[in-house]
């Protein structure tokens, strides 16, 4: 099991360090091709909206913006460069793409094993957000976010976030690569109602297939569901977790697990909708 391709999206300053570190830790181990991408704008949707421009004024706005179209793309270079001069041994390439972020990160998400993405607390404005809704629901591939606090190789504890939904077994199936090498694996049950009678079911699975699996079941208490399960899972893991149970407009306005651990989770967390 290996992974062949990863995706790391980047701004014209780069990516976290957190998400630059694990994504190149995470192509050496697995002798798997870094791929860099570099999502940018083009002139003409960088314009300010107006019906009344001249085509003299337009054409001066669009030079503008090609100008800074150039440098931002030279700046993405240059980071690229420093970084791939500190891990020679690494098989990297920077793709610039002139478009709008979820639509590039979509479309080079879809032919990688997974996309190294940072958290909302390490990244929040309109590209790191589309950036995010773009490989969770739109590259039927999972994704690996990494908070400022969690970057360089990822940890040899596997913990898996078990519910009985779609999500949660694409998500042990994406992380197959990770449990072939980990020296621990923990399974918790999260069911939100009754006990989740499939925990046993997925425990003897695992177990069949030779990893080291352990039980056990999260106490939410009077805590909300990704608090809890951010507890339990404790520090220098690798968390395992389907996103997106529920549909998205409910926990953007009632809140939820997923945005609950994307907001503060201080481990890796390996995601699959």
């Not at 192509?27 to 002139?43: D, I, K, N, S, Y």
């Not at 270079?77 to 920077?94: I, K, S």
Request: proline letters at 6%.
């Amino acid at each position: 099991m290996k992974l062949v391709r990863i995706l790391l999206p980047i701004d014209h300053t780069g990516a976290t360090a957190a998400c630059a570190d694990t994504a190149f830790a995470l192509a050496q181990r697995f002798g798997a091709e870094l791929q860099v991408l570099h999502p940018c704008p083009p002139p003409v949707q960088r314009l300010p909206y107006s019906t009344e421009l001249s085509p003299v004024y337009f054409e001066e706005l669009v030079d503008v913006a090609r100008k800074q179209v150039d440098e931002e793309e030279s700046r993405a270079t240059d980071w690229f460069e420093e970084l791939l001069g500190a891990h020679p041994e690494v098989e990297a390439d920077l793709l610039t793409v002139e478009g709008l972020a979820g639509p590039a990160v979509a479309a080079r998400a879809k032919v990688a094993d997974l996309t190294v993405l940072p958290s909302i607390a390490a990244k929040e404005d309109e590209l790191w957000g589309a950036a995010r809704d773009a490989a969770m629901f739109h590259s039927g591939r999972p994704v690996l976010i990494v908070p400022d606090e969690a970057g360089g190789p990822l940890s040899d504890t596997v913990v898996i976030a078990w519910k009985d939904a779609v999500e949660a077994v694409r998500a042990v199936a994406a992380a197959m690569p990770f449990l072939a090498t980990a020296k621990r694996v923990k399974l918790l049950s999260v069911a939100e109602d009754d006990e989740d009678a499939t925990v046993q079911a997925m425990a003897e699975y695992l177990a069949k297939a030779g990893f080291p699996v352990e039980t056990a079941s999260v106490d939410l208490g009077s805590r909300e569901v990704g608090e809890a399960l951010l507890a339990a899972a404790g520090s220098g893991v690798l968390l395992v977790m389907g996103c997106y149970g529920h549909w998205r407009w409910r926990e953007w306005v009632f809140g939820g697990a997923t945005l609950s651990v994307l907001r503060n989770t201080d481990v890796p967390v390996l995601m699959a909708h």
